[in-house]
């Protein structure tokens, strides 16, 4: 019984502290582009630097 006692404050506080950081992500916008994610992974956007315009790449 005194574990009763124990878990109840335990699993309320934790589902406290569950809600409060799910409404801290909702408010600070995390579910705002949920499509951009799933995008994101479909296609190569490449951060290198593109080839020089005058052809005078280095073939090896």
């Known amino acids: 019984m005194t ?3 124990m878990l109840i404050p335990v699993a309320l506080m934790l ?3 569950g809600l409060v950081a ?3 992500a ?3 916008g ?3 582009d949920l499509d951009g994610a799933a995008n994101r ?10 080839p020089p315009a005058d052809g005078s790449e280095n073939k090896n």
Not at 41 to 50: S, T, V
């Open 41 to 50: 992974i479909l296609f190569d956007y490449d951060e290198a630097e593109p």
């Open 3 to 5: 574990n009763l006692l």
């Open 22 to 24: 799910f409404l801290w």
């Open 15 to 17: 589902g406290g502290i």
């Open 30 to 32: 995390q579910f705002e």
């Open 26 to 28: 909702l408010k600070s």
